[in-house]
């Protein structure tokens, strides 16, 4: 399979949206959006993401296939990058090449990302690129209904 990152497409969103639908994946994330289901919230959130010079935003893409996306926001003084791949495409590798190739493309340092300490699957592909643990903070999850723990890890 053939995986590659490009700029995200106005169709893309569509299914960006549709990925977001998925409740076990809002879970494993631990964050959603307070009703996943409102269009006009998720569209407000990508345009703003989108339209934000400050970050880079990519669409993962499998055999020319949309399976996810991947970003870089600043938070403050600190870029902060996050992705979610469809579940279908889950357990293939594909969201560890896309961040080989995302961490090839954007190489400011240091780069932070959190997740949720039971989401065992983006703990393991941060920590096998190099990102290290700085920090843990309880945080309000919507997709759980419940404060959970969230690592913040950094790539120097």
Do not use: C, Y
Not at 41 to 65: C, M, P, Y
Not at 85 to 98: N, R, S, V
Request: proline letters at 3%.
């Amino acid at each position: 399979m053939k995986i590659t990152l490009r700029d995200v497409a106005a169709g893309d969103l569509d299914e960006f949206f549709r990925f977001q639908q998925d409740a076990d994946a809002a879970h494993m994330a631990g964050f959603a959006p307070t009703n996943p289901n409102d269009r006009s919230i998720f569209d407000h959130h990508w345009s703003e993401l989108l339209n934000d010079e400050k970050s880079l935003v990519r669409t993962i893409d499998a055999d020319g296939q949309p399976a996810g996306s991947i970003a870089v926001f600043r938070d403050g003084d600190v870029h902060e990058v996050m992705f979610w791949t469809d579940k279908q495409f889950w357990d293939q590798g594909i969201t560890t090449t896309a961040m080989d190739l995302f961490l090839d493309e954007f190489t400011p340092r240091p780069l932070r990302a959190r997740v949720v300490v039971d989401n065992v699957g983006s703990l393991k592909i941060l920590e096998s690129r190099g990102f290290t643990e700085v920090g843990e903070e309880q945080v309000f999850s919507n997709a759980r209904a419940e404060v959970v723990t969230e690592k913040i890890l950094q790539l120097n």
